[in-house]
């Protein structure tokens, strides 16, 4: 109807003045449409609310979690085009109350509170822009693997069940974006040294004592620095980075995970568009890198090759293969205080998608495995999502656990069923 109305005003305006010419009386109808348009919402608030369990069938864990998510964004502009932005994401896990097959509540798997991204960002001028607070910073060209992607920490309390994308943590840092024709240019400042949450003692995934930490402090002394040029170019984009930050790889010494392993980063990144395949390339040289037993440190190069297939209708298949090489290497890191780390590490990830009745329904299968033939253990994961309306979707699968090294070995009982319910708002 209002199209109708619009397209009866315009074409009366125009038979008006169609001997005079269009000086007289279209301005005027045009002002009189645009003050029926309503002005852009300032503030944005959406999210999801998430009952997610799983049943282990492989141990005497069972039903393994019974969990309640919140994940809360807000987007509020201001008067001057500033935006602040939020996210908040809560669980609480009621199965450490229905079950005594958990003889601890391991830390932090209970209940948790985290504003995970809190910042403001605008415009200094037309090609420079600010960022400030809490937020997530993205490098590099891999979906599953992480050679450059090096400033934010990942949730990894139940590994291999959820992507990447959705499990980094917000890091405070001040940033600036300068824009240049197809270029950027970004500069950070990262105020805050936070850490992977990995698992612990009690829960599935670890069987022995948490250690104490040493983690550094965020003062003006442990401040980081990021910088990075990034291009997207018609058919190929790339990035160069450069990162002095503390790693995110603690060791072990006197009886203490130290996190104080800071270490500079230079790394390059490279996707090429051919045909219907996407080539990624990644490669990135660490220095000073601390291992336990060791009184001098180690340099490490990490390199990443990957190809993605999109030919597929409303699908696409990928394979990505990293290698991690420690340099001038030293058999006392082949021990338990470092993990058995080898020279060289190798990791691959192959994932197929596909979506059927109309993208309603998507189908995803990923295996991440360890070792040069793929035989060091790793997991495989099948699921699907099943969107009922805009709002309301169901999903579930399962991941198998697979052994092959000291490290995986332990967690190869760990096979469960998941499922989701979620109501998006």
């Known amino acids: 109807m209002k199209l109708v109305l619009l397209f009866l005003l315009l074409l009366n305006a125009f038979l008006l003045n169609a001997e005079e010419g269009f000086d007289d009386g279209f301005d005027d109808n045009i002002d009189d449409i645009i003050t029926t348009t309503l002005p852009p919402e300032k503030n944005i608030v959406y999210g999801s609310v998430n009952l997610e369990t799983h049943y282990n069938f492989n141990n005497d864990k069972n039903l393994s979690s019974t969990k309640l998510l919140l994940d809360l964004t807000t987007d509020y502009k201001m008067d001057n085009g500033f935006k602040?932005?939020?996210?908040?994401?809560?669980?609480?896990?009621?199965?450490?109350?229905?079950?005594?097959?958990?003889?601890t509540t391991p830390s932090g798997y209970e209940s948790e509170l985290n504003l995970n991204e809190l910042n403001i960002e605008g415009n200094i001028s037309t090609n420079l822009d600010f960022k400030i607070g809490r937020q997530i910073v993205v490098w590099g060209k891999s979906d599953a693997i992480r050679i450059t992607d090096v400033l934010n920490p990942l949730d990894n309390h139940t590994p291999g069940l959820i992507d990447i994308k959705?499990?980094?943590?917000?890091?405070?840092?001040?940033?600036?974006?300068?824009?240049?024709?197809?270029?950027?240019f970004s500069t950070a400042i990262l105020h805050e040294n936070r850490f992977s949450k990995n698992p612990k003692f009690g829960s599935d995934f670890k069987k022995s004592i948490d250690l104490s930490e040493?983690?550094?402090?965020?003062?003006?002394?442990?401040?980081?620095?990021?910088?990075?040029l990034t291009g997207e170019f018609s058919g190929y984009d790339f990035g160069v980075y450069?990162?002095?930050?503390?790693?995110?790889?603690?060791?072990?010494?006197?009886?203490?995970?130290?996190?104080?392993?800071?270490?500079?980063?230079?790394?390059?990144?490279?996707?090429?568009?051919?045909?219907s395949f996407l080539l990624k390339t990644e490669v990135a040289y660490f220095n000073n890198i601390k291992y336990a037993g060791l009184t001098d440190t180690r340099s490490r190069i990490d390199a990443l090759i990957g190809v993605e297939y999109t030919g597929i209708s409303d699908g696409s298949i990928s394979y990505e293969l990293a290698l991690r090489k420690i340099n001038h290497y030293d058999d006392i890191i082949n021990t338990q205080s470092n993990n058995?780390?080898?020279?060289?590490?190798?990791?691959?990830?192959?994932?197929?998608?596909q979506s059927y009745l109309n993208q309603t329904l998507n189908l995803t299968a990923i295996a991440g495995v360890f070792g040069k033939k793929g035989d060091a253990g790793g997991f495989a994961r099948t699921s699907l999502d099943y969107a009922i309306d805009d709002k309301l979707s169901i999903s579930g699968g399962i991941i198998d656990y697979i052994g092959g090294s000291t490290t995986t070995d332990s967690i190869k009982n760990n096979d469960r069923i998941f499922t989701k319910i979620?109501?998006?708002f």
Do not use: W
């Open 214 to 228: 040493n983690k550094p402090n965020n003062d003006l002394k442990n401040t980081g620095i990021a910088l990075s």
């Open 242 to 275: 450069f990162a002095d930050t503390y790693l995110d790889k603690p060791y072990f010494k006197d009886g203490v995970l130290q996190f104080d392993n800071r270490s500079k980063m230079l790394g390059l990144a490279y996707n090429k568009v051919v045909r």
């Open 340 to 353: 058995f780390t080898q020279q060289e590490s190798y990791q691959h990830a192959l994932r197929f998608t």
């Open 422 to 424: 979620s109501y998006a």
């Open 166 to 184: 959705n499990l980094r943590l917000g890091r405070f840092m001040s940033k600036l974006d300068y824009y240049q024709d197809n270029l950027k």
């Open 84 to 103: 602040v932005n939020s996210n908040l994401k809560a669980y609480h896990d009621f199965i450490f109350y229905a079950s005594n097959n958990y003889e």
